[in-house]
């Protein structure tokens, strides 16, 4: 005998709609936000960072043009890693006029959840080029031969 089920036509929306909106949230996490503030309105924005791993480590590169390495700071928290810190505009010439300006300007932060098996001590950053490259060495993992035990 077959189990009736009943149909609802929103199920498979609802599935739909969480899959698109978490794919819109990775597709322009780097964009800037508009945010409203004390003195008005303003643009946060936050960097892209691409994360891969080796044999021995996780890599987090993230692209921060024109941002100087002391204006930029790494901390972990239990499981978390963030990275934060700011894009200073720079100074105009006081006869230059802007026509138009793309880049954004201010502070910014990025927090990643760390894998079990990361070395936390061993955590070390290096900038070049623009971009920040933070190395996550894996602990070491005992390789144990299987063991049979005996039922008693």
């Not at 955590?123 to 490259?133: A, F, H, M, N």
Request: net charge negative; charged share 35%; with cysteine.
């Amino acid at each position: 005998m077959a189990n009736l089920v009943r149909w609802d036509p929103f199920t498979e929306f609802n599935r739909i709609d969480r899959t698109f909106s978490r794919m819109m949230r990775r597709a322009f996490s780097g964009w800037p936000r508009l945010a409203l503030d004390d003195e008005g309105t303003t643009f946060e924005w936050s960097p892209s960072a691409d994360i891969s791993e080796t044999d021995k480590e996780y890599l987090i590169r993230a692209e921060l043009p024109a941002v100087r390495k002391e204006d930029v700071k790494v901390t972990v928290d239990g499981n978390l890693i963030t990275i934060e810190g700011e894009r200073k505009q720079q100074k105009t010439e006081k006869d230059e006029k802007y026509h138009q300006i793309e880049s954004f300007y201010g502070s910014f932060s990025r927090t990643f959840t760390l894998p079990e098996d990361v070395n936390v001590d061993a955590i070390r950053c290096e900038d070049k080029d623009g971009v920040l490259t933070v190395h996550l060495p894996k602990t070491e993992t005992r390789k144990t031969k299987p063991k049979q035990i005996t039922v008693q």
